[in-house]
């Protein structure tokens, strides 16, 4: 599976999240409206979180929409893409009780806010050839085109979350509204683009690792977790394509080093 990777700047959401402070301290001076310290239980744990990973797409496809004489459309080859992305220390996520809930939040932002951004970088090649008749003959062209095999620096917006038992990470922006730098490998001649194949990234859902109440609030050891990956659906497989498969494969490590409390 092809993901076309995004990245969106931070300014936005920490906006939002300037606004949303205001609104929680406002709504606590309403009458009869519980203050949340009030609520907030003493068990408090800090946390200093890094995360890294990589996520990976590819297709082999063989294109034949008119397979009439020698010489026609045809194409055949395959598209990689490969996007690493991580986020260093300096991020401190904190786990509170809220009545008999667990809440997570970034320090300093309201509860339920573990937004952060990850920068990485985005790397597609592309093999195979492209045959297409014209008045010189039947020439072939390569797929693999000048942005093939070119590092980009590319960053997105991911956010931690806790329900059930569970350590969530998904993207907490708008992904798909920036182009993926890498776009120009896999587009040849207006004939082939691999961007409308596929799904548009982000193409994971909500990666999940199974983290206790118990682990976060009765250990002092650091927690060192594997998400589980899962992808999207592939898409259908397109029209004019004798053979089309779609892979994704991920991992993701998300490590939290316990801090001492404020």
Known sequence: ?????????TAAAHEVSRESTATAKASATVPG????????????????????????????F??????????????????????????GRHVV?????????????????PLGDGAFAAPGTVVRDASGQLQAPSALGCPSFPLRAA???????????????????QLTLQHSGPATQKKNPAEGCGTLRDLLNFNQLVHAY???????????????????HALRLTMNDKFLAPADEPAGYTTFTARGAGRTTVTLERLPPH
């Open 93 to 109: 996520i904190e786990f509170s009780t809220l009545g008999r809930q667990v809440v997570l939040k970034r320090e300093g932002r």
């Open 33 to 60: 409206f519980p203050d949340l310290d009030d609520l907030i239980g003493s068990d408090v744990e800090r946390f200093e979180m890094t995360v890294s990973g990589l996520q990976q797409g590819s297709i082999n």
């Open 202 to 220: 982000p193409y994971l859902n909500k990666q999940r690792a199974a983290l206790s109440a118990r682990q976060i609030f009765g250990s002092k």
């Open 147 to 165: 942005d093939c095999g070119r590092e980009f620096r590319v960053r997105s917006d991911l956010a931690l979350g806790w329900s059930k038992g």
């Open 62 to 87: 063989t294109w034949d929409p008119s397979p009439v004489g020698s010489c026609h459309l045809l194409a055949a080859g395959s598209l990689d893409e490969s996007w690493h992305y991580g986020r």
């Open 1 to 9: 599976m092809v993901s076309l990777l995004g990245w969106t700047s």
